[in-house]
Antibody, heavy 113, light 110 residues
Framework: EVQLVESGGGLVQPGGSLRLSCAASGLTFSSYWMNWVRQAPGKGLEWVANIKEDGSEKNYADSVKGRFTISRDNAKNSLYLQMNSLRVEDTAVYYC??????WGQGTLVTVSS | QSVLTQPPSASGTPGQRVTISCSGSSSNIGSKTVNWYQQLPGTAPKVLMYNNNQRPSGVPDRFSGSKSGTSASLAISGLQSEDEADYYCAALDDSLNGWVFGGGTKLTVL
């Protein structure tokens, strides 16, 4: 069974930084593109970023480009999202997902003063 | 406003067949496969359908997916109360170089 477990969410002030982690198991992690998707309170799903199997290609939504950085460590079966210059509108549950296989349970990021 | 267009709501009675549509363009649904996700209240999304019509193990065959041109559909037959959830479609988009989602359809079982 594929398991994706996110961590690192919390409360942060506008302009602050946070690093999310996702631990993967039950799949050959290094064989899959991986994604971060977020969901603001009461809203729909918004794709944030993805990264190729070997980390050589990364793509970002316009709303986070230049502020967020996706990375991975295949030796540790882990996915990361470094979030800088956070804004109130970044408040959401952030999901780690292999979009054809599985989703994590999500981690809540709240940006507020 | 979402790149993929879904009806905001749908409903049916137990045992009925319900269809949820997802409309896109040539840069996404028209050239890529479509996934569907089910999100039960208060929980994370779950993969319901991938590559247009492939069901992951554990998903009942009451759920089926199809695609034609720049539109896709999710059909649920033999509707059950536990099917009450939000449903989202998604596809890669060539022009955006990333994934796009529909706004979600809230399914109510009457």
């Amino acid at each position: 069974e594929v398991q994706l477990v996110e961590s690192g969410g919390g409360l942060v002030q506008p302009g602050g930084s946070l690093r999310l982690s996702c631990a993967a198991s039950g799949l050959t992690f290094s064989s899959y593109w991986m994604n971060w998707v977020r969901q603001a309170p009461g809203k729909g799903l918004e794709w944030v970023a993805n990264i190729k199997e070997d980390g050589s290609e990364k793509n970002y939504a316009d709303s986070v480009k230049g502020r967020f950085t996706i990375s991975r460590d295949n030796a540790k079966n882990s996915l990361y999202l470094q979030m800088n210059s956070l804004r109130v509108e970044d408040t959401a549950v952030y999901y780690c997902t292999q979009l054809r296989r599985a989703w994590g349970q999500g981690t809540l990021v709240t940006v507020s003063s | 406003q979402s790149v993929l267009t879904q009806p905001p709501s749908a409903s049916g009675t137990p045992g009925q067949r319900v269809t949820i549509s997802c409309s896109g363009s040539s840069s996404n649904i028209g050239s890529k496969t479509v996934n569907w996700y089910q999100q039960l209240p208060g929980t994370a999304p779950k993969v319901l359908m991938y590559n247009n019509n492939q069901r992951p193990s554990g998903v009942p065959d009451r759920f089926s997916g199809s695609k034609s041109g720049t539109s896709a559909s999710l059909a649920i037959s033999g509707l059950q109360s536990e099917d009450e959830a939000d449903y989202y479609c998604a596809a890669l988009d060539d022009s955006l170089n990333g994934w796009v989602f529909g706004g979600g359809t809230k399914l109510t079982v009457l």
